[in-house]
């Protein structure tokens, strides 16, 4: 059966109209509280250096392509090449999430490892209002930037140690269910690189949620389960599963990349997916029957809900400063977007508003940069 196309944004007519909510929403903004868990890194950024000459500057390998296509001439033999690090900061789901959320300028409580005992000073430069309860050493990762992507490589050693006991012994579980009472949202994040994800998950939905169950208008759980190909198909299904169980106390929205989204259809329906985003979406929320589905790409964003099938198109960034986190602060700008009761796609533009900045500028915009930024498409029309 043929699918009926997405309901298309009228870029002109929504950022005019977007621009108008987002003036008026500092306050509302501000009034609203969401905990995040429960990653955390220290990430190295690093491009890779593919020749160098006297007085000019490093040619680098610009592509993730480009770079493969390298190490593929050099199968059976060695090879060494020079990093140049452009940063070290803050890095994790959890840690990126929430620095996009508190420049947005809501409180976050932030759960994860960001250094037990003592706090580890890269997290301390987190907006003010984003409150620290950590219960382990972070992580550390070094991200590879291309023009067209990036690759990651992580140690995660201490993570994979931590299971739903410590972290309720560390943290407290009266504290762990007054952060999540508090929440208007709630976001779980990195399910597929920390081993004990699923046990997080679990002890959630078993010690904290039903303990104060809120009655009448559920809130809203968003979910990033990460790039999870090296994650067995049955934990797949698994984590899935336990979707629909969050239902019982939430509204579920699940943010998925294009990659991710490929993966999840074949783990559901046992083959090749479909290349095109829409029928993904389609095929991936029908299935998992939960409230929102979302999709996206550096091109384009899908929302799947009761409402219907919508698609945004990206903000197009001709020379990114940096992609590592632009997920992240796509799905901030969509929570916010949530918050704020805005319609799927207003919802779209403005997550692909709030991720077009980050790559542009690779700092995570506030409200009024994103509607500077909004003026602006408006003016240039």
Aim: proline content about 3%; glycine content about 8%; overall charge positive.
């Amino acid at each position: 059966m043929k699918i009926p196309p997405a309901i298309a944004v009228n870029k002109s007519e929504q950022i005019i109209q977007l621009t108008g909510i987002l003036k008026n929403s500092q306050s509302t903004v501000a009034s609203k509280k969401i905990t995040a868990g429960y990653d955390g890194f220290i990430d190295s950024i690093v491009k890779i250096i593919r020749n160098k000459q006297k007085q000019k500057p490093n040619t680098l390998f610009k592509t993730i392509g480009a770079f493969g296509a390298y190490i593929t001439e050099k199968a059976g033999a060695s090879l060494s090449l020079e990093l140049e690090e452009i940063s070290v900061k803050l890095g994790g789901n959890m840690p990126n999430l929430a620095n996009a959320l508190g420049r947005l300028g809501a409180t976050v409580n932030c759960v994860g490892a960001l250094g037990y005992p003592q706090m580890h000073p890269v997290f301390k430069t987190l907006p003010r209002d984003c409150h620290l309860y950590s219960f382990a050493e972070p992580g550390a990762a070094t991200a590879f930037e291309f023009t067209d992507g990036k690759i990651m490589f992580a140690q995660i050693e201490t993570l994979n140690q931590m299971g739903w006991n410590k972290i309720k012994n560390i943290i407290g579980i009266d504290t762990l269910i007054r952060l999540y009472q508090e929440s208007h949202l709630f976001c779980l994040v990195n399910w597929s690189e920390i081993d004990a994800s699923t046990g997080i998950w679990e002890g959630l939905l078993q010690d904290v949620l039903p303990q104060y169950a809120i009655r009448g208008e559920k809130q809203i759980a968003f979910f990033d389960l990460s790039d999870c190909s090296k994650r067995s198909n049955e934990s797949i299904s698994h984590v899935l599963t336990l979707l629909t169980q969050f239902q019982q106390y939430t509204k579920v929205i699940l943010g998925l990349n294009k990659n991710e989204a490929a993966k999840i259809h074949r783990v559901l329906f046992g083959k090749k997916a479909d290349k095109n985003l829409q029928y993904l979406g389609e095929d991936i929320f029908k299935k998992l029957n939960i409230d929102e589905l979302v999709l996206h790409s550096s091109k384009e964003a899908f929302a799947f809900s009761k409402e219907g099938s919508f698609v945004a198109p990206g903000f197009f960034i001709k020379d990114p400063a940096m992609s590592t986190g632009a997920g992240d602060n796509f799905n901030a700008g969509f929570c916010i977007a949530k918050l704020l009761q805005l319609d799927p796609g207003l919802s779209l533009m403005f997550a692909n508003c709030v991720a077009a900045l980050y790559v542009k500028t690779g700092i995570s915009p506030e409200l009024s940069d994103s509607i500077h930024f909004l003026e602006g498409m408006i003016k240039s029309k």
